[in-house]
């Protein structure tokens, strides 16, 4: 009887290492694009050429018709001054290159964000590192 259960355990213990493995690490993948994975959409460079700022998309938006998040990068000859999540409400469409609007200027840089289902965003990067919303 015992080498009978044995062998069982054995069949058991493969099914989970060659089926069940897999499958957590799957899904641990599809969570990790979905929720974290960060791409940069755009860059925008500053008249001077000393600053850069990165519009990023923050894994997908949420289903069907939910929102996006994004983040904003500011950087000084790539060192990151500051940076700011969002939320854009775009009838669940991405963060892409056509939902901001860049405006430089002496001190500080100012982008608007637009989605179909809010009102437009103004967020305010300064070159000392504060940002204003």
Not at 19 to 38: A, D, F, H, Q
Not at 39 to 49: C, F, L, Q, R, Y
Not at 55 to 76: N, T
Not at 77 to 101: A, M, P, Y
């Amino acid at each position: 009887m015992m080498p009978i259960m044995k062998k069982c355990l054995k069949v058991i213990l493969y099914f989970i290492c060659f089926v069940g493995v897999p499958v957590i690490i799957l899904g641990l993948c599809i969570s990790y694009i979905t929720n974290y994975k960060k791409v940069t959409v755009d860059t925008t460079n500053a008249p001077d050429g000393q600053y850069k700022l990165l519009l990023q998309s923050v894994g997908e938006p949420d289903w069907p018709f939910g929102s996006a998040s994004g983040r904003l990068i500011l950087k000084k000859n790539e060192d990151t001054i500051s940076q700011t999540g969002f939320e854009l409400r775009n009838d669940g469409g991405s963060v892409n290159d056509s939902c901001w609007k860049v405006t430089w200027y002496e001190t500080y840089v100012e982008v608007i964000l637009s989605g179909k289902e809010q009102p437009d965003e103004r967020i305010t990067l300064c070159f000392d590192g504060s940002v204003d919303r």
